[in-house]
């Protein structure tokens, strides 16, 4: 099973700042990753497959990086609604795995 | 556009099955190449792949769950069910269906609480 692991596991910033988000495989996974955000209350969202390609209707601030076993989600300019729980799951293998969670939080 | 709907009990006392049924719009589940999906997620936890069925009825299910847990397509009604036998407390949790390929696209969840 692919062991997905995100750090941080809180970020705290202010409105407008950049948040930087990592997500470490136990093994390569190729560029197999998706990243979703979560708000209490409703299902995730999908925001970034395949490692690096915005899915439809998502905000340029939002992009991803990375392939093998290091990715990253960056949001370049947080706006107010961009503050809730990001995961990242991959679809290299199955079981599908999802990393533990980075909550992004108002400073 | 694809919609998913979970429907079925939200309480569930332990020891008994758990059954959710999830109704698909906007594409056929007897269609190849997505995985029919469930997903869950225990209060202010992460999240928890279940199992899925495939095309021609095929079913993979998580080693952890393995034993108790059975996924079924009724393609005549475009639907697939999730049944979860002897639960505890500790399956209480939002279900998600889901339809799984490149990317997961989710239903709403279902909360279900198991009470003892």
């Known amino acids: 099973e692919v062991v997905l692991t995100q750090s941080p596991a809180t970020l705290s910033l202010s409105p407008g700042e950049r948040a930087t988000l990592s997500c470490r495989a136990s093994q390569n996974i190729n560029n197999y990753l998706a990243w979703y955000q979560q708000k209490p209350g409703q299902a995730p969202r999908l925001l970034i497959y395949?490692?690096?390609n915005r899915a439809t209707g998502i905000p340029a601030r939002f992009s991803g990086s990375g392939s093998g076993t290091d990715f990253t989600l960056t949001i370049s300019s947080l706006e107010p609604e961009d503050f809730a729980v990001y995961y990242c799951q991959q679809r290299s293998s199955w079981p599908l795995t999802f990393g533990g969670g980075t909550k992004v939080e108002i400073k | 556009q694809v919609e998913l709907q979970e429907s079925g009990p939200g309480l569930v006392k332990a020891s008994r099955t758990l059954s959710l049924t999830c109704t698909v719009s906007g594409d056929s589940i007897s269609r190849g190449f997505y995985y029919w999906t469930w997903i869950r997620q225990r209060p202010g936890k992460g999240l928890e792949w279940i199992g899925y069925v495939y095309h021609g009825g095929t079913t993979n299910y998580n080693t952890s769950l393995k034993s108790r847990v059975t996924i079924s397509a009724d393609t005549s009604n475009n639907q697939f069910s999730l049944n979860l036998s002897s639960v505890t407390e500790a399956d209480t949790a939002v279900y998600f269906c889901a339809r799984v390929a490149t990317a997961i696209d989710w239903g709403r969840g279902t909360l279900v609480t198991v009470s003892s």
């Open positions: 395949d490692a690096s």
